[in-house]
């Protein structure tokens, strides 16, 4: 039997991510270190509670005792926690480098001092905006746009180095844009078809010809899964759908799926700093064995449908007081 600690297993990605590794791997046991931020939802992985090979733990993975608390036995770590809104890095709160800087360092300390494997998820956004017709390559140069995306960029950077320096067997997968059941609903696809279903308006920043690489969060979780077990030392691994799609058609896909008014779309004051397009060159991890499995209009569907049957699991969210703050904050400014 061996052991793993994911953090953010609460989350959206790391929640679907604890559930594959459990039901994939029958001798693997799963620790889920969570902070339960405003994105951690321990109900998204309720159904793990009686799982004799998962177990929670609440901290922090910017605290060292924490980390050793909940990393107890285990042979390695997928550090999937992160503040993850581009939107809420731009407002300048600590936490973006509290916890995807500082808490990095936390888990690759760890690691080294107990010789452990390590993998940091990580996103397409550290490679920055991309011309048509490139593909961002592993090797290219990092150059986050948002404090988030510089933050996740100083991660990978501290992974290389500890790989490097201290022969560390740690790798970093980079993911482009991820949707799927129990995406947090700030995000462009879970915000939107949220909106569409309770009549509110759908706001699309800017021009909304801003082009993304849309993947499916289980392509997503296969991924972490085969770099985490299969990839080399101080390697990254993009993962990303290889399917450009503008957020304006994105914005009509949902719209079409729920049904909602077509005037509903708004357009609203741009994002500063906003990338106009991001797309990944996967040769490489398919050299190691992975494919896309859902496309889009698969996956879209499959989504869309997830959120009209689990009206309670985001309700839950967007009638709070958090939400409704996060959301005057974000979006009033934006006219
Ligand atoms: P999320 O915001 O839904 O979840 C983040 C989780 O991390 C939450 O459960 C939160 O409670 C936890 N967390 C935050 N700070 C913590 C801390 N200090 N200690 C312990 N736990 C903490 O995020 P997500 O969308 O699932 O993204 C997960 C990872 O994947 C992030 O590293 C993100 O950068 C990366 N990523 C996301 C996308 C995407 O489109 N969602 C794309 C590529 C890469
Ligand atoms: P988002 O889901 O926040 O992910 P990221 O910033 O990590 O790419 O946004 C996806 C795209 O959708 C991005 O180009 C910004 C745009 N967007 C809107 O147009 N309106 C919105 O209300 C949101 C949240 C995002």
């Known amino acids: 039997m061996s052991r793993v600690l994911v953090s953010g297993g609460c989350g959206f990605i790391g929640s679907h991510l604890v559930r594959r590794l459990v039901r994939e791997h029958p001798d693997l046991e799963v620790v889920n270190i969570d902070l339960l931020t405003y994105a951690g939802r321990p109900e998204n992985v309720a159904d793990l509670a009686d799982e004799p090979r998962y177990a929670f733990v ?63 998820v990580s996103t397409d956004e550290v490679y920055g905006d991309v011309e048509a017709p490139h593909r961002s390559v592993e090797t290219d140069p990092l150059h986050g746009s948002s404090p988030y995306a510089a933050s996740k960029a100083a991660g990978d950077l501290l992974v290389l180095s500890y790989a ?45 010809m801003q082009v993304r690489e849309m993947l499916f969060v289980e392509d997503h979780c296969a991924a972490i899964d085969l770099v985490y077990h ?57 050299a190691l064995g992975w494919e896309r499995r859902t496309d889009f209009d698969t996956g879209l569907a499959r989504t869309v449908e997830w959120f ?24 009033g400014a934006r006219g």
Request: one cysteine or more; a negative charge; charged letters at 25%.
């Open 164 to 208: 490097r320096t201290y022969g560390l067997n740690a790798s970093i997968t980079r993911g482009s844009n991820t949707y799927g059941p129990y995406q947090f609903p700030e995000k462009l696809i879970p915000l939107f078809t949220t909106n569409a279903f309770d009549g509110k308006e759908l706001p699309l920043y800017g021009d909304g």
């Open 58 to 120: 609440h901290g922090d993975i910017a605290n060292a005792d924490d980390v050793a608390r909940a990393a107890e036995g285990c042979d390695g770590i997928i550090n999937v926690a992160a503040e993850s809104h581009v939107d809420r890095s731009i407002m300048g709160g600590d936490e973006f480098v509290t916890t995807n800087v500082l808490g990095t360092k936390r888990l690759l300390d760890h690691a080294r001092a107990h010789g452990l494997r390590y993998l940091q």
């Open 230 to 286: 299969h990839g080399a030392a101080g390697e990254a691994y993009n993962v990303g759908a290889e399917h450009e799609v503008p957020n304006i058609e994105t914005a009509h896909r949902i719209i079409e799926l729920t049904g909602a008014d077509p005037a509903s779309l708004v357009r609203v004051a741009d994002r500063p700093g906003h990338d106009r397009r991001y797309a990944l060159d996967c040769a490489k991890l398919r």
């Open 308 to 331: 009209r049957e689990n009206r309670a699991w985001w309700e839950a969210i967007t009638s709070g007081e958090a939400y409704a703050d996060y959301s005057a904050k974000n979006y």
